[in-house]
């Protein structure tokens, strides 16, 4: 049986009333190299990849050249950040492709010195809007460690329902820790955060999708 990737359709630029979601590229590696070092430790003890941190500038470039070909290989979707006018990198949001057909996993980060705006909900809603209209998925579930109060509110903010939390279970750079799993099914999409968002989707060639 050929297993039908993630989503059946990809946007590589969001654009929402604040903030510009689109694909990494290799030329973001000061930007991004600059917010992960500046925010080593407010993002070390949640963050599962952060014990791969810090890189060297080369390593940063196959880090970008890694998540760009799994982009285009609709893998994984992982989204820089920025302010309306591209010039501030304020984190990262992502659709990842870990559990199968008809699901994905959101994740995110914010730089240190770009929380407390909102952006990490406005993104991630965003990105929850084009997986259930766009990417067809049955659910979203979103993965954080019981410490991690922020990301537990944010999934609360976009309907998200704890369904459970297994003990011992994260391996973030802070320690095995019990994970929790939140999950929003397409079912219950409609009348949430996301389902409301305003935003523009463009593929690959610039076409509006949403």
Known sequence: MTRRKMPEGVAYRIETERLLLRCWVPTDVVAMR????????????????????????????????????????????????????EKALLGEVMLLDRHGDGECELGYWLDVDHTGHGYATEASAAVTR???????????????????????????RLG???EATLRDRSSSPGGVQDLQIWTLFASDYDG???????????DCCGERVI
């Open 192 to 202: 949430t955060l996301a389902s409301k968002l305003e935003l523009r989707a463009f």
């Open 160 to 162: 998200f329902t704890l």
């Open 34 to 85: 600059a917010s992960l070092d500046r925010s080593d430790s407010h993002l070390r003890p949640f963050i599962p990849f952060m014990k791969n941190e810090p890189r060297s500038s080369a390593e940063t470039v196959e880090l970008l050249r890694t998540l760009r070909a799994s982009f285009d290989r609709d893998e994984h979707y992982r989204y820089a950040v920025f302010d309306l006018k």
């Open 130 to 156: 084009i997986a259930f209209e766009l990417g067809k998925v049955d659910r979203v579930e979103l993965q954080c460690v019981p410490a991690n109060t922020a990301s537990g509110a944010l999934a609360t």
